[in-house]
């Protein structure tokens, strides 16, 4: 199993139901991998910022959230 498949297992178990996500070319493999899953409600983001506020009202509306940046 690669590294990226042992972290959204991990995401999952934990409970997280809400991933952000930046843009990257070193976040490739695992944004391949959550393209064919709909295990997670998935936000795409330009600035980390504005993924801190999303989350933050994501928690306090009772969603478990996550960035990958």
């Known amino acids: 199993m690669i590294f990226e498949e042992q972290?959204?297992?991990?995401?999952?178990e934990t409970g997280v139901n809400v991933l952000l996500t930046n843009p990257c070319a070193r976040l490739q493999t695992i944004l391949n991998l959550l393209s064919e899953t709909d295990e997670f409600d998935i936000l795409e983001i330009t600035r980390e910022e504005?993924?801190?506020g999303i989350a933050a009202?994501?928690?306090m509306a009772g969603m478990k959230p996550a960035m990958l940046i």
């Not at 972290?7 to 999952?12: D, E, I, Q």
């Open 50 to 52: 504005h993924g801190v």
């Open 57 to 59: 009202g994501a928690y």
């Open 7 to 12: 972290l959204l297992g991990v995401l999952s």
